[in-house]
């Protein structure tokens, strides 16, 4: 799949580990869009470094070897050259199998009453993204996972917020082959699954 988005997008960067815990982490509200999203394995510090960032956490126990792209703000443009929305990144297993499943990642990291602002947003950032990369044929038959982030929303489950019942996030899989999972911390099972944890 890698060789599949630097054929389509070559500029774009990726990094890669086999650590049990990988950590997204925005930074673009707390440092004035100096720092932006960033992947670690490791917990950064918080720009202020009086504590740790609050991340997207990603368990990967087995210690897959996993890829994550990181998207530029200005990757992806449609016909007339506007900037299309699409969502922080891509994270996937390095593997030859074609069946894998691939990440879709959107992270906001505002405060928890800001939330509900947002809901649309970025449910449809991650379904443009998709589209793109189906469009581009990039992905095909993968298990498409987005995976909704807000980080300092922590302990506390905002299925509710981002989903206003169970019907929409059984609408959206139907139409767009997305399992949306709005969570901080995610258990990469094996090259194909994912589950989410509250």
Known sequence: MKNKIQAVYPQSVF???????LYI??????TNKERKVEFHEIIPKAP???SDMDCLVFENFS????????FDDHQFKDKKGKD????????????KRKDIGVAFVEIKD??????????AIVKNQIISAVQIFRDKG?????????????????????????????????RLHQKHKVRFFPTNSVSIVDEKMLIAKL
């Not at 990094?15 to 815990?21: H, I, M």
């Not at 982490?25 to 707390?30: G, I, K, P």
């Not at 210690?63 to 990181?70: E, F, M, P």
């Open 110 to 119: 505002c405060k928890p009453k800001n939330i509900s602002e947002y809901k």
């Open 25 to 30: 982490a925005d930074f673009s509200e707390r």
């Open 48 to 50: 202020d470094n009086t």
């Open 63 to 70: 210690q897959l070897s996993v890829i994550c792209n990181i």
């Open 84 to 95: 299309l929305p699409h969502c922080e990144c891509v994270l996937f297993p390095e593997s």
């Open 15 to 21: 990094c890669s580990s086999t650590a049990s815990k």
């Open 138 to 170: 990039i992905i095909e038959n993968q298990r498409v996972y987005g995976v909704i982030s807000f980080p300092r929303k922590n302990k506390v489950s905002f299925n509710q917020t981002i989903f206003d019942d169970a019907t929409e996030y059984k």
